[in-house]
Structures are given as C-alpha cells and as structure tokens.
C-alpha cells in the first residue's frame, strides 16, 4: 500500500483500543443479531485476520438480509483492491434502492428470496 494510503489508515490508531474495549463488552447473543432485518453486505478477503474471518462467518449465518462476498485479497480490500469491492457495494445500494422504491409504492410486496445470501 502507498504510503500517504498507510499514514492516512494509521491517523486515528489510538481509537482502536476503544474498539477492542467495545467487542469485548458485547453483550448481544445470536438472537440479537438475527432481530437486525436491516438490509447488509458483508465481505471478506481470503487473507484477512483469522478473527476477521470468524466474524464474517458467524454474521454470515446469522443477519437474515445480508448478502456475502469474499475476495482474495486482505482486510483493506476497499482501499487494495477496489476494483473488486466497488462493484459489490454499488450492486448494493441499487438494490436497497429498489427495494425502497418498491416499499414505498402501494402495496408493495417484496419476495424475501430477493435477500437471499450471494457467495462471490
């Protein structure tokens, strides 16, 4: 990764202690998370941290409106490999739009298999 990309990810390093503190005090259990019907995209790299790689797993088999990539590439894959990760993202949000233009029509109906998980 360029350098000016490495200074600007390490700015805000003494925030990452607070991130720690907060998993650690995570209180939520399965149950939790699968209340969360929010619509999520969750993506991983193949050469991410092995803890990053269990979370994406137990998110993967727990959100009920996710839809799931991987990549081979590491953790910062939005920055390394964009060219990948963007076109996942865009997909996304077209359609979390299309789905809100469609709930926000009368009588709408939305087939849950719309949000059914995709593997990369």
């Known amino acids: 990764m360029p350098l000016p990309a490495r200074a600007s990810i390490a700015r805000p390093v003494d925030k990452l202690p607070l991130d ?24 991983t790299g193949s050469r991410s941290p092995a803890v990053v790689q269990r979370i994406h797993i137990l998110l993967s088999r727990t959100l009920p409106n996710r839809r799931v990539g991987s990549f081979h590439s590491g953790h910062m ?34 087939s849950p298999a719309s949000w059914a998980p995709v593997a990369e």
């Open 20 to 43: 720690f503190q907060a998993a650690r005090c995570w209180l939520l259990g399965l149950e939790d998370l699968r209340a969360i019907v929010a619509p999520t995209l969750l993506l």
């Open 77 to 110: 894959a939005p920055i390394t490999d964009a060219h990948r990760v963007n076109p996942w993202i865009e997909a996304f949000l077209d359609t979390c739009a299309e789905r809100d233009v469609a709930l926000a029509a009368p009588q709408a109906v939305v």
